[in-house]
């Protein structure tokens, strides 16, 4: 039996509805280190950043429904 090879996929991205630019200027350190801590996962600096955001996000959103819910049951 031949396998057959699909066409080689594009790198995973973040993006799930259209893309918009945003461009940052950052000194040369940071963004070693951002580009260390991507090579460590295997990403490019711009998934790490975007996945970074995303993270950051979600946690401020959790923190906010966790406080709502205390509130609505009276939890102090």
């Known amino acids: 039996m031949r396998k057959v090879n699909a066409a080689p996929q594009p790198p995973a991205t973040l993006v799930l509805m259209g893309t918009s630019v945003l461009s940052l200027r950052m000194d040369g350190e940071l963004l070693e280190r951002l580009r260390d801590r ?16 995303i993270r950051d996000d979600f946690d401020e959103r959790f923190q906010t429904a966790v406080e709502e819910t205390e509130k609505f049951y009276g939890v102090t």
């Open 38 to 53: 991507a090579a460590k996962r295997g990403m490019s600096v711009q998934d790490y950043v975007v996945r970074t955001l």
